[in-house]
């Protein structure tokens, strides 16, 4: 199983940008999709971001198209999710989550918290008005 850590969480104020960074453990970083997703109060898990093995492939929620940029550095065993133009209603809790290796299907298919298997702790992020 991959330990992730999230890191980059922070209060700020609406139309800012903020960037987060998770760091997988393990030798199998490259072999996994990875996601992002998001918890605000009282609502359920919802889906932000995942992106494929390379980097190559990316999906994104209606919500955050335009706005969020997932990346990752093999090299780094780190996924990142840039923040751009941030919202009140982006407000949340932000979590990484990692796929199993192997079987991959392409980014589009990665999109419930099901297709995950490792969690991060979370990271809050707050946006202000």
């Known amino acids: 199983q991959v330990q992730l850590v999230e890191s980059g969480g922070g209060l700020v104020q609406a139309g800012d940008s903020l960037s987060l960074a998770c760091a997988a453990s393990g030798r199998t970083f490259s072999s996994r999709a990875m996601g992002w997703f998001r918890q605000a109060p009282g609502k359920e898990r919802e889906f932000v971001a995942s992106?494929?093995?390379?980097?190559?492939?990316?999906t994104y929620a209606d919500s955050v198209k335009g706005r969020f940029t997932i990346s990752r550095d093999n090299a780094k065993n780190t996924v990142y999710l840039q923040m751009n133009s941030l919202k009140q209603e982006d407000t949340a809790v932000y979590y990484c989550a990692a796929a199993m290796p192997g079987s991959y299907r392409g980014s589009s298919a990665y999109t419930s918290p099901s297709d995950f298997h490792s969690w991060g702790q979370g990271t809050q992020v707050t946006v202000s008005s």
């Open positions: 992106i494929g093995l390379s980097g190559g492939s990316t």
